[in-house]
C-alpha cells in the first residue's frame, strides 16, 4: 500500500508542483528540503524504535506520510509546502522514505533465519517494486483521464496527492495489526551497557559509518534520476504525456522487482558484496546511455535495460547491512544507512532543478549519475570484500 502510494505520486509531482505555480528550480529545492526533512524524522524514529517500539513507530510515520499529502492537496503556498514535506513523508523518488523500510528490515531480520534472509528481503524487494509500478501505472493513467473532465489538468494531479494522503491513513490503520513478534524481547535490550553510543549503535559504529557513507554517496547519484524527474526528462525530450510515463514506469518497476528475485540466488553462489557490485556496474553503464539515445524506444529500451538490474543490489545490500550488525543494532543501523541515503539523494533534486531549467543541460544528470554510481561500486568492492556475513562463513 505503501509503495503504490509512492508510486502513483512520483509520476505526477513535478507536473503537480510545476501547475500550482511553481518553477523547476522551487520545485528541486522544495524536493530537497522535503527529502532533508524525511532525513531528520525519519533518524529519530528508527533510533528510537527498538526502545520505544517498532509498531508505534511505523504508525506514526503513516500518520506523517497523510499529512504531509492533504497540505499538498489544499495548499499553493510554498512556506506551507515546505512545512509540509520537511516534517511529513513524501516521495519524489517512488522508492522509500521515512522510518518504514529501516525499521521493516528489522523486524524481518529479528523473525527469519541468516540462511532465509536475503530470499525474504528479495521478494520483500519484489512487493514492494510491484507496487510501485502498480501506483505509477494508475497515477499516470487516473490523472490523465480525470484531466478530461476537470476544469484544469492540475485537478487530475490533485486527485493523486489526496489518494496518497488516504492510503497514509489506511496504512496507519494496518500496521497496528502487526505482530509483537517484531519487538526486541526483554532478553535482548535495546540498549547497550557500553559508556559509548552513536544513535543506537556501539559495537558496529566504524562499520555503520563505512556503510553510510558509501550509501550517501550511491544515493546522491540516484538523486539525479528520480522516478519524478525521469518522469518529467521525457516529457521535455519527448513530449511524452503522465499516461505514457505511467506505462513506462510501470514496466521499469516490474522488471526491478523480479531481478531482486534472482539476487538472492546469485548472492547465495557468488556472496553479497560481489552480487552487489557485479549487477550494479552494467546497470549505470545503461544509465550513461539513456540521454544518448536519439528516439524515444530506445532510451524507454535502455531504461527498462537498466532497471531489469539495477535493483539488484537492494536486496543484498539490506541483507548484508543486517547481517553484520548486531541483533540490538539493527533498527539503528538500518535508519543510520537509510538516514545517510535520504541525506544523500535529497542534495541531488537542487541540481537537477537548476539543469532542468537550461534546456541544453536536461541530459547532464543521467551522466552525472551513472559516473558516481561507478565510482560508489569500485569502492564498496575494495572496503568489504574481505568482510562476510554469517552465512557465508560457515
Known amino acids: 500500500m505503501r509503495l503504490f502510494a509512492y508510486g502513483s505520486i512520483s509520476v505526477v509531482l513535478v507536473f503537480y508542483l510545476v501547475g ?13 528540503l522535503t527529502l532533508i526533512g524525511d532525513t531528520a524524522i525519519s533518524l529519530y524514529l528508527t533510533t528510537q524504535a527498538d526502545r520505544v517500539g517498532r509498531r508505534h513507530m511505523l504508525i506514526i510515520g503513516a500518520f506523517l506520510m497523510a499529512a504531509a499529502g492533504l497540505v499538498f492537496a489544499f495548499t499553493k503556498d510554498f512556506f506551507w509546502l515546505l512545512v509540509a514535506g520537511t516534517i511529513g513523508v513524501i516521495s519524489p523518488s517512488g522508492n522509500e522514505v521515512g522510518p518504514f523500510l529501516s525499521i521493516e528490515q528489522a523486524a524481518l531480520s529479528h523473525v527469519v533465519s541468516d540462511k532465509a534472509r536475503t530470499e525474504v528481503f528479495a521478494w520483500y524487494t519484489l512487493t514492494g517494486s510491484v507496487a510501485t509500478a502498480l501506483g505509477a501505472l494508475f497515477g499516470g493513467t487516473i490523472s490523465q483521464a480525470l484531466q478530461k473532465t476537470a476544469t484544469t489538468p492540475v485537478a487530475g494531479y490533485r486527485a493523486v496527492v ?11 490503520l494496518l ?22 553510543r552513536w544513535f543506537g549503535i556501539h559495537k558496529s559504529r566504524h562499520v555503520v559509518a563505512k556503510l553510510s557513507s558509501l550509501f550517501a554517496l550511491d544515493a546522491f547519484a540516484g538523486g539525479f534520476v528520480v522516478q519524478s524527474f525521469a518522469a518529467y526528462w521525457f516529457y521535455l525530450r519527448f513530449g511524452v504525456q503522465p499516461v505514457t510515463l505511467g506505462v513506462i514506469f ?13 539476487a538472492s540466488r546469485l548472492a547465495a553462489r557468488f556472496g553479497l558484496i560481489r552480487t552487489m557490485v557485479l549487477t550494479h556496474l552494467p546497470s549505470n553503464i545503461l544509465l550513461l546511455l539513456v540521454p544518448l539515445m536519439p528516439k524515444l524506444w530506445l532510451a524507454v529500451l535502455a531504461l527498462l535495460a537498466r532497471f531489469s538490474i539495477s535493483q ?9 547491512t543486517m547481517a553484520v550488525v548486531s541483533p540490538e543494532e539493527r533498527s539503528a543501523a538500518a535508519g543510520i544507512t537509510g538516514v545517510a541515503r535520504t541525506t544523500g539523494a535529497a542534495i541531488s533534486p537542487l541540481f537537477v532543478g537548476f539543469l532542468f531549467a537550461h534546456p541544453k543541460l536536461i541530459n547532464l544528470p543521467f551522466i552525472i549519475a551513472g559516473a558516481l554510481k561507478i565510482v560508489y561500486d569500485l569502492i564498496l568492492y575494495k572496503e568489504f570484500i574481505s568482510m562476510k556475513p554469517p552465512e557465508e562463513t560457515r
Open 175 to 196: 500496521f497496528t495489526r502487526v505482530s509483537r513478534e517484531i519487538e526486541l524481547r526483554p532478553s535482548e535490550p535495546s540498549d547497550s551497557a557500553g559508556p559509548r
Open 20 to 32: 500550482i505555480g511553481l518553477t523547476e528550480s522551487q520545485t528541486g529545492l522544495l524536493l530537497t
Open 162 to 172: 489526496v489518494l496518497y494522503a488516504i492510503l497514509g491513513l489506511m496504512l496507519a
Open 250 to 262: 510501470f514496466w521499469a518497476n516490474i522488471f526491478s522487482g523480479i531481478s531482486a528475485l534472482l
Open 312 to 320: 539488484m543490489d537492494v536486496p543484498t545490500r539490506q541483507s548484508y
